[in-house]
């Protein structure tokens, strides 16, 4: 996962024709230390997705305006607009993460 370091960074990345998948996050968070344990499976199974992190504390004003009030959150977008969003108390599991995935791009 590519690291997004300020807000023009991102709102170009989120601009994409393409969909793009970020992980917003913090370094304090247990649950975000724990996601990054099973994540990389689920990275790979969707492999023909750009996935970013954004560091909540870093960049708040982004997470603010994204609706972010837990992490780990995943938002997906596609042309600047926010497609879905897996809220952190859904996103425990790999089995939500998938879930949510599978549903967003079916």
Same mark, same amino acid.
């Given at each position: 996962m590519e690291k997004i370091n300020s807000t023009s960074n991102f709102d170009s990345t989120i601009n994409s024709?393409?969909?793009v998948i +970020?992980?917003?996050?913090?370094?304090?968070?247990?649950?975000?230390?724990?996601?990054?344990?099973? /994540?990389d499976p689920i990275v790979e199974k969707y492999n023909n997705y750009n996935w970013y992190t +954004?560091?909540?504390d870093e960049l708040e004003d982004v997470a603010a305006n994204n609706d972010v009030m837990g /992490?780990?959150?995943l938002l997906v977008f596609k042309n600047g607009e926010k497609l879905a969003h897996l809220h952190s108390a859904n996103a425990k599991s790999?089995?939500?993460?998938e879930?949510?995935?599978a549903e967003t791009f079916q």
């Open positions: 024709d393409q969909p +970020v992980k917003f996050e913090a370094g304090w968070c247990p649950d975000c230390k724990a996601m990054d344990m099973w /994540i +954004v560091n909540r /992490i780990p959150s790999p089995e939500q993460v879930s949510f995935l």
